[in-house]
């Protein structure tokens, strides 16, 4: 039976709107809840794509200020990266650190990886957000709307250092220049930043409750 993947309200299968809230429906929207012999299944919404037509894609603007955010942790990693490579080679100062030759190129390589890291880590585990992403309300998803993995994680952002040449400005040029508003990570690994997808049935969720349907009745039943 099918739910609008908006308020949750049951609709026909050949309903276009809901009838509730006029949000147009779209079959891969829809959540449909199966009973068999007193047992169900439900798909996760999680597992669902949505269609690229009703993907919210961000700009410049909007990630930049996530990329602010997401800066002042890089600052801090490269800190502390550079206090304890000062404190074993030499250079520690009243001020933080001075070091210079392979000792710096040491602590820039190791930012970096730290960086790259932090982006795919929190990108891939935390519904495609950063700490800067989750303040502006953005996330990656894969193109077709779906959750990303590890993997296409790693690939967007192990191309961050060229997108991030010249302040960004060719991650700017990119998204400029691309109707999803992609920078070159996003285009290799398939992916694009979206304006935080609403999860059908959240407030229930938050209750601690979930619709089931079984014989054609929907009643409510507690997951606590």
């Known amino acids: 039976m099918p739910f609008c993947h908006q308020c949750g309200t049951e609709v026909q299968e050949d309903d276009r709107f809901c009838i509730k809230c006029g949000v ?4 891969e929207h829809r959540q449909t809840v199966s009973s068999s012999e007193g047992s169900f299944s439900v798909q996760s ?8 037509q009703s993907l919210n894609y961000k700009g410049v603007g909007i ?5 602010l955010v997401d800066a002042v942790i890089c600052l801090i990693l490269y800190g502390i990266i550079g206090s304890i490579t000062a404190s ?5 100062t009243p001020d933080g650190f001075a070091i210079e030759g392979t000792a710096a190129v040491i602590v820039q390589v190791l930012t970096v990886l730290f960086s790259i890291f932090y982006f795919a880590l929190f990108e891939a585990f935390w ?11 953005i996330q990656v998803v894969n193109e077709d709307g779906s959750a990303i993995d590890l993997g296409t994680a790693l690939i967007r952002n192990v191309l961050r250092p060229v997108d991030a040449f010249c302040f960004y400005l ?18 290799v ?3 694009c930043v979206v304006k935080k997808q609403s999860v059908p049935g959240n407030k229930a969720k938050k209750a601690g409750k979930v619709k089931f349907s079984n014989k054609d009745d929907v009643f409510i039943s507690d997951i606590d």
């Open 45 to 52: 919404e999680r597992e669902q794509p949505v269609s690229g």
């Open 189 to 191: 690994a398939q992916t």
């Open 88 to 92: 074993i080679v030499g250079g520690k």
């Open 127 to 137: 519904n495609g957000q950063t700490l800067g992403k989750k303040v502006t309300r």
């Open 24 to 27: 147009v429906q779209q079959e």
């Open 170 to 187: 060719v991650a700017a040029i990119s998204v400029w220049m691309s109707p999803r508003k992609q920078r070159i990570g996003d285009r």
């Open 63 to 67: 990630r930049f200020i996530a990329q």
